[in-house]
């Protein structure tokens, strides 16, 4: 049982390419979520699913989409990368029933754009 | 505009003493209280959580103090530990649980 795993775990991008960025869980989880965390900041959503085949934008959706791809999976696509988005990334996933409100976090993608 | 404001930014206690961290939020839709703990180098772990209709909550050396009436809720850290040393998050929610606001962070350091 891996949790919650994300790929890549550090990526240097140059200004206006693009990358995916890769979540997955083996909770059976319904929901899952896209955080950017940032010195100073917190953490905040960027995209979340509540169940598979829907998403909805969160805080800071601006320049990222996503992808539910099954219930497993939940990517993060950033198409014209910024230096804006040199952050932290985040996935995280919660189930349904007592766990419910429990997020689960994967170990974080470090992303750097030059 | 942060729906979540935490204090202090960081924090530096002496191995056995009392660690307290602030939250104030606005909404008053939010039903769910959770804390974070994260450790360098990885991602937040539920620490402790609270709804509104209790005003206290404890966990071992953890205790989550909430006031309804002030919109605000604290974590007391009891015999604060060098392991106890991490970032911790407050974060607020619905209770559909779709999005999740959290705090700045407060930096903890527990001395030895």
């Known amino acids: 049982n891996a949790g919650v795993t994300q790929t890549p775990k550090f990526q240097v991008l140059k200004t206006g390419q693009s990358m995916t960025l890769q979540c997955a869980q083996d909770m059976n989880h319904n929901s899952m979520y896209w955080y950017r965390q940032d010195p100073g900041m917190g953490l905040r959503l960027i995209y979340y699913?509540?169940?598979?085949?829907?998403?909805d934008k969160g805080e800071v959706p601006n320049g990222y989409n996503v992808s539910r791809l099954n219930k497993r999976e939940f990517s993060l696509r950033l198409e014209s990368a910024a230096p804006s988005q040199t952050s932290v990334y985040f996935c995280a996933s919660s189930g349904r029933g007592t766990g419910q409100e429990t997020q689960y976090f994967g170990p974080g993608t470090r992303l750097l754009v030059l | 505009q942060q729906q979540v404001k935490q204090s202090p930014q960081s924090l530096i206690v002496q191995k056995g003493g009392i660690s307290i961290i602030n939250c104030a939020y606005e909404?008053?839709?939010?039903?769910?209280f959770p804390w974070y703990q994260q450790f360098p180098g990885k991602g937040p772990a539920l620490l402790i959580a609270?709804?509104?209709?209790?005003s206290e909550k404890k966990e071992g050396r953890f205790t989550i103090s909430f006031n309804k009436s002030a919109k605000q809720f604290s974590l007391h850290i009891m015999d604060s530990q060098p392991g106890d040393s991490a970032t911790y998050f407050c974060?607020?929610?619905?209770?559909?649980?779709?999005?999740?606001?959290f705090g700045s962070g407060t930096k903890l350091n527990v001395k030895p």
């Open positions: 609270i709804r509104p209709d209790v």
């Open positions: 909404n008053t839709a939010f039903d769910y």
């Open positions: 699913s509540a169940s598979e085949g829907t998403t």
């Open positions: 974060a607020a929610s619905t209770n559909n649980f779709n999005k999740f606001y």
